[in-house]
Each structure stands twice: as C-alpha cells, then as structure tokens.
C-alpha cells in the first residue's frame, strides 16, 4: 500500500479562457482527512470536480494509487474508488432511503450490496429508522446522512465531501463530525471542502490553503494546537 493515496501534481484546469487551477499540487495520504481551505472562489470545487472527472484538466497529473486519473471520465473514476458526496439535493426526492443508498452500490453484486447496506444502517441508525420513507420527507441533515451513505455503499478508496455542513444546524453538524470521526477511525480516507472551520479543523488531519489555484500554506492540524488565527488569515489575505 502506498503512503500517498491521491497524488495532484501541478494540475491547471481552465473554463474557456479563464484560468482557475494554476499548477495546484499536493498530496492525501491513506487514511488522513485533508481539508481544502481557501476564499470563494479559490478553485475548491473546481479541484474536486477535476478529481471526480466532472472537469477536464489543461494538463498536470491526478494520481490515484499510482493510477492516472486526469482525463478519464467520471465513470471510470468512480469504478477506480473515488466517490463524491454529492449535495442532498442530487438526491432523488421521491425515491426510498433505501433505494437512494442501493443506488450507490452500483458495481456490487446483491450479496456484497446487501452487506455494505446492513454496515450503512449500523452506522446510520436514523437511516434505518426512515428506510421506507421518501427521501423528500426527511430533514436537511438526515438526507446530508443519505448522501453520505450513498457515496459509502461503493467501498470507495478515497471519499470527496464538498461542504458536508453545508446549512446544517450546530447540532447536525455536530453529528456530521461525529459520522466523520467514525469513518476516519475505520481508516476512510478522506478529501473535504468546508467553510465551518470549527469542523474543518476538527474532522481533518491535514490541511491546504488555496488561493488563486495554488496552494499557498498547509500543514497538520494538531500541530497548530488549536491555533487557527494565522490559517484564517492566509485564508482571506
Ligand atoms: N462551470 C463553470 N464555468 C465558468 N466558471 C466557473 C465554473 N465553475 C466555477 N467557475 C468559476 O471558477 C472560480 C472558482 O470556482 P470554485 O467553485 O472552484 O471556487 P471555490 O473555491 O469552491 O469557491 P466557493 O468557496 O465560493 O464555493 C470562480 O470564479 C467561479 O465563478
């Protein structure tokens, strides 16, 4: 097993003429949660999306396991491990819990599906609870716990999460740290977006600080020992 999972290396990606990603590199290693911090607009998404295959790199390098990545299509990336939480609202309103999350299972077999199912709804109990209901009824956070559960129900290697807290309350986000706490433990690796710095710092091992489509800053988490100012600095300079 490699030490770095995922391996960005000088990456420049484009929309039309305008530059967005100009030669961003770094690294996430297996098992670590690295957070991307940096302003509106710094090129966060866009990373992700590049990862996922949504967005063509110009050119630069997107390394998975030793695998190339940068080009394919976001099929062939999701069969190689890589999974994106999509926003609840990808969800499909009308559909089961149950159906949303089997939804996620895709290249499983029924028996393998079956099993990552049953280990969802030990993780998400709330999820079991609900998982006749429609989808559409649920609360904001229980279908943030959908979305979850559904990138979760492909093994994947490495799991992306683009704002996970996106418009939750305290306590839900509360529960979002607590779920990510779990998956580290169980040694997930982990790629998140996030604005709340409370959970940003929290969930991650690591972070980066993007600006401009470079990274600027980085570092571990527990080494600025609660310390945060100068990163939030960095962040808005
Ligand atoms: N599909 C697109 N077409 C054209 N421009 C885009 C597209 N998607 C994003 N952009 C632009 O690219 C820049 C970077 O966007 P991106 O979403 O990557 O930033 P971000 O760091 O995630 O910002 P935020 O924190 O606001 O979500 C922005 O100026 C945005 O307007």
Do not use: W
Request: aromatic share 4%.
């Amino acid at each position: 097993m490699h030490d770095v999972l995922l391996k960005i290396t000088d990456l420049h990606v484009s929309y039309g003429k305008k530059a967005i990603l100009r030669g961003a590199s770094f690294d996430v290693r297996n098992g670590e949660c690295l957070t991307l911090l940096g302003a509106n607009g710094s090129g966060k998404s866009t990373s992700m999306n590049a990862i996922c295959g949504f967005v063509k790199p110009v050119s630069g390098s997107i390394s998975l396991n030793g695998t190339e990545l940068a080009g394919k299509g976001p099929h062939t990336i999701f069969k190689q491990g890589v999974a994106q939480v999509s926003q609840a609202r990808d969800l499909f309103p009308d559909l089961s819990v149950e159906d949303n999350l089997r939804l996620g299972a895709m290249q499983r077999g029924k028996g393998k599906a079956a099993q990552v199912l049953a280990d969802i709804y030990d993780r998400f109990p709330r999820l079991a609870e609900r998982r006749r209901q429609a989808t559409r009824t649920l609360s904001g956070g229980e279908q943030q716990m959908v979305a979850i559960g559904r990138a979760l129900m492909s093994s994947p290697l490495i799991l992306l999460l683009d704002e996970p807290s996106g418009g939750l309350s305290p306590q839900f986000c509360e529960e979002i740290a607590t779920i990510m706490d779990q998956l580290k433990s169980e040694g997930v690796t982990m790629l998140m977006v996030e604005q709340n710095l409370n959970l940003a710092f929290r969930a991650a091992d690591r972070f980066i600080v993007l600006r401009d489509g470079q990274v600027v800053d980085g570092g571990d988490v527990a080494a600025m020992a609660g310390d945060h100012d100068a990163i939030v600095r960095n962040i808005y300079l």
